[in-house]
């Protein structure tokens, strides 16, 4: 985990943008990462990137922060953060009845309860991490900077 994080740092070293820039292009990935729309984050990432002309580098390298590893864990945090925000219990996660099949309507009335709470909560935590992930990575940057190992572009 250490040596992925050391890479994707050394990759955010070698784009040609200001920190600031590069930070905001991660931080928006970041918070992409926590989209609740699963499967469109690449395409909404690109997207965001050229339209707003950041580096598609660092955006790409936030949004991956979900992958089929982190997927679970991230979405289930932020799900709990939305009971807590809807005062849902997350017990009732854990009660839901599955015995009666998997069907797509079946699933979706069992899912019900949750939507909100999944929406939400993923969305408030993705503007969290991603004001923390841009905090974290300019000051990373602005130290390499002004330690002359990264040119600073206008």
């Not at 955010?12 to 499967?39: K, Q, Y």
């Not at 974290?136 to 330690?147: F, H, K, M, N, P």
Request: aromatic share 10%; glycine share 10%; charged share 10%.
């Amino acid at each position: 985990m250490r040596a992925r994080l050391r890479r994707i740092v050394q990759v955010l070293l070698h784009v040609e943008d200001s920190p600031h820039r590069t930070a905001m292009a991660f931080a928006v990935g970041v918070w992409i990462a926590f989209f609740p729309l699963l499967g469109i984050h690449t395409a909404l990432a690109l997207a965001v990137a050229m339209i707003f002309r950041l580096s598609r580098v660092a955006v790409i390298l936030g949004a991956y922060l979900n992958n089929p590893w982190t997927l679970a864990p991230l979405y289930s945090a932020g799900t709990l953060v939305g009971c807590l925000l809807f005062q849902v219990s997350p017990v009732d996660i854990w009660a839901m009845e599955w015995s009666e099949g998997w069907g797509f309507g079946k699933m979706l009335h069992h899912l019900r309860p949750i939507l909100w709470p999944f929406v939400v909560g993923n969305l408030a935590l993705g503007t969290i991490a991603a004001g923390v992930a841009y905090a974290v990575v300019r000051g990373v940057l602005t130290r390499r900077a002004v330690g002359g190992v990264r040119p600073s572009p206008a």
